[in-house]
């Protein structure tokens, strides 16, 4: 079977979904073009993303130095740090922290590691009651659904599906207003914010000088969820790490600006170790589950840049593919661009035909904050999954590089293509020629073809252009 | 200056009037030109679909091709880009192969900023546009000239040079891609047709062979009344070199 | 390396290490053999700066904080108690919070001084944070401990005196800010922090009101945290 076959389908299948491929246009158009103003007004812009990207390369290239440094400092401060080889260990660790302590109800500030371990599902087996308090993800929880954006994961929901999903679960009047869905919401989580005994974030960085872990938020649930609760577990990459406080800001200045193009986000908190003794309020345990999860295995590989990525979602708004499929389409926690150059990296082959599905136009890297050079990266992804191509298609391939090789051969086939291929009388090779159909198909589907006019450059070169003047 | 042509593929088999202006340009501009016949294909399309060996004996065969000549010069910043950028590294464990793709990737150069570059030439002062035109931005020229430097060459000579709303928005065709997987790459195409026809012109500059076989093919389907050309094209029948395209 | 030779010290959370310091190892003995070893840039990042430290920072801050969606009340020394009282009689509030904190704008006699002309109007206030009085307040008034002019930012921390609660739980949070706390640019804070003996066990960089656009990019404030940011900016 064709293994990109698969996932055409999938694509062609989310690209029907008319409601959700409007609603992705026009919010990524809106974020394109917010980034790009908050870019233009920053001074500095290139010289802060080469640092940016330094400072991140420096600590994947020197990372068992830096883990060692926070862990070390973070312990210091009172925090319990653990580590997690995989997903399963991570649950176990978090549900353990749980049931060992009687905690009955969590409160999850937005995190992606979370979502990449599928903690929820871990901790409501545990006995443990979870709710998302990100607006977004607390309808995504509420509505049954998959975050489609990892910066906003209704992305692909309008209004009137909100609506639906918040009178339905909630038994809340109906209403398609944003700033009422919102007081709804905030009210029904005021509650559980008053009760929770848990919380449970990723972090955006640690700082391996002090120990630090930095959250960035908008909506201040993240800021609740590290106030409220008796316990703070935080669930963090080992690539999250920077070396030093001062290095944060060079990154914090494009981090909000590249997502949603605010200069910081509303709340920039930064947690060094649980509530101190005589602090009126704040976590008296803070757990930090150090998460590997396939990461050491990208490090010690030629995909280590990959890990730079700080989760912008820059290059998803700016990536013409996603804006036309969404993110359900790519099956995985983390879509777009970056998606598909970590995801094979995490899942294996199940995900491994996703490179394949970009026209390399490199807009992703253009407005990557840490330079990650992803459409190289996805090219190289390509090379892995060669074997495992069509046969046709590796015949293919090699006839074309064969033919290619030889010139005598290249003009044979340019005067075949000429000579064969039936136009429509104007110059033209239109879907309603049946001959040659199959392999034309797959472009005669969406345009028409230009019929090779009846010479060549090289034969006009041949019978006279190249002896003009 | 003697300068050798390198066509590429698509141009020889699609567009001989895109050669045919490039020569004549650079001839009218001082330069000696030479067609090296053995030339075929850069190996961009096996390079992106992964099939890396492949792609290196094609490039192999182009730095033999081009050995000669001092100077190589492309109507195609996405072959530029694969022999600039993508291609060297192809070779980089045969270091003689290594060695001569190093420097054909020094010596070759992408039309347009040729014309800039080597021979000082002020395109914007010399083109003629007798109607409002809208322009294509190739997304491989991104490390050979930006969507204003393009926008600059348009402008000269009080032309209403229409701007697409994004300007670097890509056509949908990245090569196999386009046939790979054909719904996307044909959503794209209406995205960046949209925008196009939005501008109101109906003159559309598109140095790149490729995304024109894309968009042209796309405009027809679509019905939208469309024309693409090469800046090279315009730039020849501005100066008399060309007849102006039917 | 040294883990071996060296066993971990027994202390709280020291035994979930052992396989962190098994991973570490093994991270250092098959991944970092080779590979590209990017030097860190030096630390000094006075050049990348927006903000200069010369310039005219109190404009500059009202205007990033403007812009970021904060309500700045620019105002005489001796105006700031009429200006709060003046934004909360404006929000009916019954119920306010002030919280003093010693090495802000708002001492502990400014704060008896606000709560006391408060209470002549029949304002409850409460100066503890309590879950219920955070719950129940209409509105905070705190200090801050430094505010940026680059981006309109107001720093609260944690400590005995200030609750993390307190800039975040009532839906209207209005900040005493002198002038003299204005910090150009977040190098110069972060530059700052970093001098601290030792950081708070949290540290808050507020930005503007709590926000949200999940919504079909619908802009909406005041989702969990408050939904007003009023900044009462004296000169001094």
Redesign the interface.
Known sequence: MNP?SG??AR??EA?RDQRV?D?V???T????EARADAMAG???YA??RD?AA??R??TL????QY??QF?ERA?AL??????A?NADAACATVCDIAVSRGLKLAVKSKSMTTEEVHLNDALLAAGVRVVE????EF?VQIDRDRPSHII???IH???RQ?ARAMARELGCPYTED??E???I??QH??DI??RCDLGITGANFAVAE?G?LCLVT????G??T???PRVHVALVGIEKII????????I??LLARSS?G???????????????E?????PEELHIV?L?NGR?RI??GPF?EVLRCVRCGACLNAC??Y???GGHAYNSVYPGPIGSVLSPLLYGRPAEELP????????CY?VCPVKIDIP?LL?Q??????ARQPRGKRLL??A??WA??R?WL?RLA?RL?RRLLPDDGTG?I??DNHLFRRPLR??T??????R??P???????KGG??D?? | MEVALF?T?L??????????AV??LL?HFGCRVC?P?????C?Q????????A??A??LH?MTRVFAPYACVVTPSASCAAMVKH?GPPLLADNPPAHEAALRLADKTWEFNTFLRDQLNVDVAGLLRFEEPVTFHYP??A?ELYSPADLQGWLRGNGHDVRTPV?A???C??????????????????D?KLTELAATGATLVICNEAACA??M???A??RGLPLRFKHLAECLAESLGLLEPAA | MSAESHPAPA????A??S??RD??Q???R???RA???????A?P?H????VAPAENLVSRFQT?AA??GCRVHRVRRDEWLATVRGILRERSARTVLVEPHAETALTAERAAQLSEALEAEGVATSAQ?V?ESL?AADASVTGVISALA????LVCV????????AS??PPVHIALVSSSQLVAD??D???R??AWAE????????????????????L?T?????GEVHIVLTAD
């Open positions: 990109t996932l055409r694509l062609a690209h491929v609603a246009h026009l919010a158009w809106r974020k394109v920053l001074r500095h010289a802060l640092r330094q400072i390369q420096h290239d020197h990372l068992p883990l060692e862990v312990t009172g925090a319990t740090v653990h580590f080889a308090t990100d607006l977004g309808i906003t994961p209704i929901k309008d209004r909100v944003p700033a869905m919102t007081r919401a905030r989580l005021r914010f008053r002090t630090t908008n909506e201040g649930n800021r609740m590290v106030t409220r070396p030093r406080l001062i290095d944060l800001p060079v914090l200045k949603t605010q200069p910081l986000g509303a709340y920039t908190t930064l947690i060094t170790g649980p509530r101190r005589g602090d009126v309020d704040g150090l590997d050491s490090l010690s280590r013409p593919v804006r036309n499929v394949r599905a970009s026209s390399l136009c490199g807009l253009q190289r090219v992804l390509r090379t892995a999954t060669r391939m090699r074309w590089a290619m090789d010139p290249y340019q293509m033209w239109n879907r797959a472009w589907a969406q345009r028409d073809l230009l090779p006019p010479q060549s450059f090289r034969e006009l070169w252009l190249g003009e003047r | 066509a593929c141009t020889d088999t699609f567009y001989p009037r895109v050669g045919q020569v004549r001839r067609f016949d053995g030339q075929t294909c190996g399309p096996a390079y992106n679909s992964g099939f890396h492949e792609a004996a094609l065969r993508h997304c491989h991104r994004h670097d928005l890509c949908g065709f990245g090569g196999v891609f386009a046939v790979e997987f054909p719904e996307v790459s044909g959503a794209m195409l995205d076989l894309q042209m093919g796309g027809r389907r | 202390r709280p959370g020291a979930a290490l396989p962190l991973f570490l093994r991270l250092r098959e991944t970092y590979g590209p070893h990017v030097p860190l840039p630390s990042t050049l990348l700066r927006e990033s812009m970021v944070c879950d719950f680059e981006t309109g930012t944690s400590s005995a005196a200030s609750a993390r609660g975040l739980i977040l190098f804070f972060f530059e922090l970093g950081l708070p066990a949290n540290v808050n960089l507020i930005t503007g009101p709590s926000k949200t656009a999940d919504i079909e990019g619908v909406v005041g989702v969990h945290g408050p």
